[in-house]
């Protein structure tokens, strides 16, 4: 891997929190974290453990039928964005989700993968993939130079 990628293998839902536990500490405010992957490959349980490492004490559950769901976290708001029942980025639009990709919160975007045209140029993609009844794949990668810096610590995190 290079210093733009850090690829991580859980074993259980409660690892993949772990490594969102980890993230969510590192987070001060105007970030962006996208993560893609099918249904059940971990996504709300990562955004789950974020909210666990920024000491959001309200359970986070999806925002798929509400879009948004925000949390008020140790360093910032977590702005929990599900991209699940939009279908274009004129839908996206119209629900204001620019105004939480630029916000001086932390913007997390559950199915990504639709907003790709939306996206400003700098910010955290990770995919989650099945690997097995418990076991996931996550490769996060940094788009960005603070992006990188980010992942640097994280991969420290991980691999200490």
């Given at each position: 891997?290079?210093?733009?990628?850090?690829?991580?293998?859980t074993?259980?839902?409660?690892?993949?929190?772990?490594?969102?536990?980890?993230?969510?500490?590192?987070?001060?405010?105007?970030?962006?974290?996208?993560l893609?992957?099918?249904?059940?490959?971990?996504?709300?349980?990562?955004?789950?453990?974020?909210?666990?490492?920024?000491?959001?004490?309200?359970?986070?559950?999806?925002?798929?039928?509400?879009?948004?769901?925000?949390?008020?976290?140790?360093?910032?708001?977590?702005?929990?964005?599900?991209?699940?029942?939009?279908?274009?980025?004129?839908?996206?639009?119209?629900?204001?989700?620019?105004?939480?990709?630029?916000?001086?919160?932390?913007?997390?975007?559950?199915?990504?993968?639709?907003?790709?045209?939306?996206?400003?140029?700098?910010?955290?993609?990770?995919?989650l993939?099945?690997?097995?009844?418990?076991?996931?794949?996550?490769?996060?990668?940094?788009?960005?130079?603070?992006?990188?810096?980010?992942?640097?610590?994280?991969?420290?995190?991980?691999?200490?």
């Open positions: 891997m290079d210093d733009q990628s850090l690829s991580v293998i074993q259980s839902l409660s690892e993949t929190r772990k490594l969102g536990t980890l993230l969510g500490q590192l987070l001060k405010g105007n970030e962006i974290i996208c893609e992957g099918e249904l059940g490959t971990g996504k709300t349980s990562l955004i789950q453990g974020i909210g666990h490492g920024q000491r959001v004490t309200e359970a986070i559950t999806s925002p798929t039928f509400t879009l948004v769901n925000e949390y008020q976290g140790a360093t910032a708001t977590l702005y929990h964005v599900d991209l699940y029942r939009l279908e274009s980025t004129r839908e996206m639009a119209q629900a204001g989700i620019d105004a939480y990709l630029f916000s001086d919160g932390i913007c997390l975007i559950e199915w990504a993968e639709k907003a790709q045209r939306v996206l400003p140029p700098e910010h955290l993609y990770i995919s993939k099945h690997r097995g009844e418990n076991e996931r794949h996550i490769l996060l990668q940094a788009r960005g130079q603070s992006y990188r810096k980010l992942l640097d610590r994280l991969r420290r995190m991980v691999e200490s």
